[in-house]
Nanobody, 124 residues
Framework: QAQFVESGGGLMQPGGFLRLSCAAS????????IAWFRQAPGKEREEVSC????????KYADPVKGRFTISRDNAKNTVYLQMNNLEPEDTGVYYC?????????????????WGQGTQVTVSS
C-alpha cells in the first residue's frame, strides 16, 4: 500500500524544536510535490508547508514562516520538517501527502498517500 510514514513528533516546551520525517512507503516520491499538514484538536486540517519535486521551491503558511523549514532527500525517499521556536499553537497531528497532479506546489493540488500522522504537543 502506497502511503507515507510520519515520525519525529513528541512533547516539547515552547521555544523548543523538533524535526519531523515523512518516509514514502510503496512508491517513489521524487516526481511529486509534497506537503506537510497539521490538524489541531477541534480545528480543520491546514497546510503548513510544501516543497517541489526537486526541492527548488518551497512555500509556508504565514504562522510558521521563519520558524519551519521543509526539505527533502529523494535518494532516501523522505521529506523533513524542521520546526524551531515552537509555540503552543503548533500543537496538532502532523501529516504529509503527495500531490498526484503536480511536481510544483500548486493551489490546485490533489493530495494522496496520506500517512497516520505524528503528534506534536507544545506545552510548558
Amino acid at each position: 500500500q502506497a502511503q507515507f510514514v510520519e515520525s519525529g513528533g513528541g512533547l516539547m516546551q515552547p521555544g523548543g524544536f523538533l524535526r519531523l520525517s515523512c518516509a514514502a512507503s510503496g512508491f517513489t516520491l521524487e516526481h511529486y510535490a509534497i506537503a506537510w499538514f497539521r490538524q489541531a484538536p477541534g480545528k480543520e486540517r491546514e497546510e503548513v508547508s510544501c516543497i517541489s519535486s526537486t526541492g527548488g521551491s518551497t512555500k509556508y503558511a504565514d504562522p510558521v514562516k521563519g520558524r519551519f523549514t521543509i526539505s527533502r532527500d529523494n535518494a532516501k525517499n523522505t521529506v523533513y520538517l524542521q520546526m524551531n521556536n515552537l509555540e503552543p499553537e503548533d500543537t496538532g497531528v502532523y501529516y504529509c501527502a503527495a500531490d498526484a497532479l503536480h511536481y510544483y506546489c500548486s493551489a490546485a493540488a490533489s493530495y494522496h498517500h496520506w500517512g497516520q500522522g505524528t503528534q506534536v504537543t507544545v506545552s510548558s
